[in-house]
């Protein structure tokens, strides 16, 4: 969930004129990106060797 300061943020990186899509792609971005944090900051995460191994697997 964001804040009102992150849209308010998010909306002040924006140019003075834009689309309300364009806002929304920002919001979206942003908000994955502070959940993406949040998931790294409980350990949450897969290293890029076990993905890397993940990987390997399917083309066995």
Request: aromatic share 6%; proline share 2%; hydrophobic share 30%.
């Given at each position: 969930?964001?804040?009102?300061?992150?849209?308010?943020?998010?909306?002040?990186?924006?140019?003075?004129?834009?689309t309300l899509d364009e806002l929304i792609d920002q919001l979206i971005?942003?908000?994955?990106?502070?959940?993406?944090?949040?998931?790294?900051?409980?350990?949450?995460?897969?290293?890029?060797?076990?993905?890397?191994?993940?990987?390997?697997?399917?083309?066995?």
């Open positions: 969930m964001l804040s009102k300061d992150t849209v308010k943020k998010t909306m002040n990186n924006l140019p003075d004129s834009f971005f942003v908000e994955r990106v502070e959940s993406g944090i949040k998931q790294a900051d409980n350990k949450k995460t897969v290293s890029n060797e076990d993905v890397k191994s993940i990987i390997e697997k399917w083309s066995s």
